[in-house]
């Protein structure tokens, strides 16, 4: 679980989803920061502002500390705020012009996002309503090292309420080429490449895990059908702790079906789940 989560929240029902996520994330021991980005600097304004966060505090029912922030852009401000906070979870709504119930970020937050120092969550739009506990994980695995980080944070997430973890290896030939694997040999069929992933999946303990054939952000977000939140890894190139987006998880943040969880890449090995940024591995092994 995550120990220093900051949430953004606007007096819209997206940052209400997005404080329902949060305390789904949060350590029961951890620290919950609500934060406003205001883009004008007038006291009245800052007024309001702490105000609009006073209340939606009262509505959540919990306890948290109040932060505005000043920026020309809310994706922005709270990429800075998260710095400045030293979070390891940054939690966002859905944009209000998405799909009903997906998990997913308008332009100009996911472009500011982009770079972000920490993890980020997005949740899905009418999780406010749903006050059940996360009961589903979801995650991509492929035996990698990074997949293995990625499948130890979701059991981590999971144990306090006893959630069901679930493994999807989505094989394609762009899986063989990106992972570092042997490629097929000529001739050798999708099929094989089904079974011996199929093989991989069946030697997970307490998870219930599944291999199928196709493009990966399509299936990982088809995936998300059945869980209460997917986990995705970041871009795993560059030396930096950040969040930079690849194609899969640029996808799933359009078109994920549940919240989602997008991880910074590993820069330190150690350490367990929650007490550093991982890089979880899509299908792909990075996405």
Known sequence: ????????????????????????????????????????????DLEESHKLLEAEREAAGVQAELVIVVSSSPGRGLHQQAEALDADLLVVGSCSHGALGRAMLGDDTRAA????PCPVAIASRGLVDRPAPIAKVGVGYNR???SEAALALARGLAAPTRASVYALEVVSIPTVAYTGLIPPAIGESIDVLLQEAKGR????????????????????????????????????????KRLVLGSTSDYLERHARCSLLVLTRVVAEGGAPGDQHVEAAGAAGRV
């Open 1 to 44: 679980m995550f120990k220093n989560v900051l949430v953004g929240v606007d007096g819209r029902p997206n940052g209400r989803d997005a404080v329902a996520l949060a305390t789904r994330l949060v350590d029961a021991e951890g620290k919950l920061t609500l934060a406003y980005v205001h883009r004008g600097e007038a006291r009245e």
């Open 113 to 116: 996002l982009n770079g972000a």
């Open 144 to 146: 990698s090292p990074e």
């Open 201 to 240: 999946m069946h030697e997970l303990a307490d998870v219930e895990g599944e291999a199928i054939y196709g493009l990966a952000g399509e299936k990982l977000a088809e995936f998300g059908d059945q869980l209460d939140l997917l986990v995705v890894g970041s871009r795993g190139y560059g030396p930096v």
